[in-house]
């Protein structure tokens, strides 16, 4: 199938899985987070909360959000005040 060995579509299968399965945990964390920070009196911005598509697209392009994220988690924690 494609010209791959038997052994290489495993891997790659592997691979995929491992990749939807760390943006399911991206997408936890993330909704985890933002319940948190709504719990502690945090004002969150009506566009963090996500539906069902939302969910599924990021969960296809979490590193991205998972740079952004990091990005505004340490902009916050770390930023110095004036």
Same mark, same amino acid.
Request: cysteine-free.
């Given at each position: 199938?494609?010209? *791959? ?20 945990? *991206?997408?936890?964390?993330? +909704?985890?987070?933002?319940?948190? &920070? ?7 911005? +009506? ?11 990021? &969960? *296809? ?22």
């Amino acid at each position: 199938m494609f010209g *791959f060995s038997k052994n290489k579509r495993k891997i790659m299968l592997r691979f995929i899985l491992w990749y939807l399965f760390l943006g399911v945990v *991206f997408n936890f964390v993330v +909704d985890i987070s933002t319940e948190y &920070a709504k719990s502690k009196g945090v004002k969150v911005p +009506d566009q963090s909360n996500w539906n069902w598509s939302t969910r599924i697209m990021s &969960a *296809f392009i979490w590193p991205i959000g998972l740079i952004f994220y990091l990005k505004g988690y340490i902009n916050e924690r770390y930023k110095t005040k004036k």
